[in-house]
């Protein structure tokens, strides 16, 4: 079985994203589980000559993820939780 585990493709965001890979195919003792890196650019990344504020907020940061989940371009995202919003979109959890 192959996950693909939507990222920031931040140097940050990576080594989360990678740690994460690894603690799930480590969790599948049998090596059934495969997990693929599916790196995205946020509408943050490319906001960066101005105030988030004025641009939409932090939730900017996470938005193709969420739109890659409920697409199923992306089966789960990892996230720095400082850039979550409090409110999350309808079939976000």
């Known amino acids: 079985m192959k ?31 495969s997990v693929e890196l ?4 946020s509408s943050g990344d490319k906001a ?9 907020g932090k939730g900017l940061f996470v938005k193709e993820l969420d739109e890659g989940l409920l697409a199923g371009r992306i ?6 939780l400082k850039d979550v919003p409090t409110l999350l979109p309808a079939g976000i959890a």
């Open 38 to 41: 599916v790196p995205m650019l």
């Open 75 to 80: 089966d789960l995202a990892v996230h720095s």
């Open 48 to 56: 960066r000559d101005r105030p988030l504020r004025e641009v939409g």
């Open 3 to 33: 996950l693909r585990l939507g990222t920031r493709n931040s140097p940050l965001a990576m080594v989360q994203s990678r740690q994460v890979a690894r603690l799930l195919e480590e969790a599948n003792s049998d090596g059934s589980l």
